[in-house]
């Protein structure tokens, strides 16, 4: 079992930054890739930046350039620095990691954290 726990949201004025934590812990070492998505009302969950075990990243198009993802193996944490934030990317971001193909390719959730851009 994994659980996640995401940090770091909060209301900001556009062209500012956050940076989001999401902190791993359980099963840790069958963890593979670990990725934030958002969700905005009316919207989809969408994939934002994800991140392999061995630190090959992947951006949305919408955050490329703006979002850095990055991770601290010996703290079991994820960032995602935001920079540069537009009100289309308030939304809820949540936190998500997968595992091992000997672990059943599991998803786990965390329970999300508010962004809010301010025009």
């Known amino acids: 079992q994994v659980q996640l726990v995401e940090s770091g949201g909060g209301l900001v004025q556009a062209g500012g930054s956050l940076r989001l934590s999401c902190v791993a812990s359980g099963s840790i070492a069958s963890i593979n890739l670990m990725g934030w998505y958002r969700q905005a009302p009316g919207n989809q969950r969408e994939l934002v930046a994800d991140?392999?075990?061995?630190?090959?990243?992947n951006y949305a198009d919408s955050v490329k350039g703006r979002f850095t993802i990055s991770r601290d193996n010996a703290k079991n944490t994820v960032y995602l620095q935001m920079n540069s934030l537009k009100p289309e990317d308030t939304a809820v971001y949540f936190c998500?990691?997968?595992?091992?193909?000997?672990?059943?390719?599991?998803?786990?959730w965390g329970q999300g954290t508010q962004v809010a851009v301010s025009s």
């Open positions: 991140i392999t075990s061995g630190g090959s990243t």
């Open positions: 998500n990691a997968k595992t091992s193909m000997s672990e059943h390719f599991r998803a786990y």
